[in-house]
Nanobody, 126 residues
Framework: QVQLVQSGGGWVQTGGSLRLSCVAS????????YGWFRQAPGKEREFVAG????????YYKDSVKGRFTISRERATNTVYLQMNNLGPEDTAIYYC???????????????????WGQGTQVTVGS
């Protein structure tokens, strides 16, 4: 089991930036897949960005491409989500998630991930 502890988030004005962090511990795998998801009130949890740990390959939800960047820091087992040019539509609780060895077609599905962070609120004000 992988334990994930998140930090970051908060309130920011439209057009501002925030960075989320997710530190992994426990049975981490060099072939792990890490993802950031978000859930707005009354909506389902949706995929935002993903990263494959061993080669750093990244992929994004279309609406965040060019604004959000997922990255990793090997030395500290940390995954980041840098969010720029935020808008009210980005307001949600953000979760990091991890699983080992997902196939490509499942990496954007929340049900594919077995480990989750505690969630952090991101609120974008106008």
């Amino acid at each position: 089991q992988v334990q994930l502890v998140q930090s970051g988030g908060g309130w920011v004005q439209t057009g501002g930036s925030l960075r989320l962090s997710c530190v992994a511990s426990g049975r981490t795998s060099p072939f792990g897949d890490y993802g950031w998801f978000r859930q707005a009130p009354g909506k389902e949890r949706e995929f935002v960005a993903g990263l494959r740990w061993n080669n750093g390959a990244t992929y994004y939800k279309d609406s965040v491409k060019g604004r959000f960047t997922i990255s990793r820091e090997r030395a500290t087992n940390t995954v980041y989500l840098q969010m720029n040019n935020l808008g009210p539509e980005d307001t949600a609780i953000y979760y990091c998630a991890a699983h080992s060895g997902l196939i490509l077609s499942t990496r954007r599905l929340a049900d594919s991930y077995g480990s989750w962070g505690q969630g952090t609120q991101v609120t974008v004000g106008s």
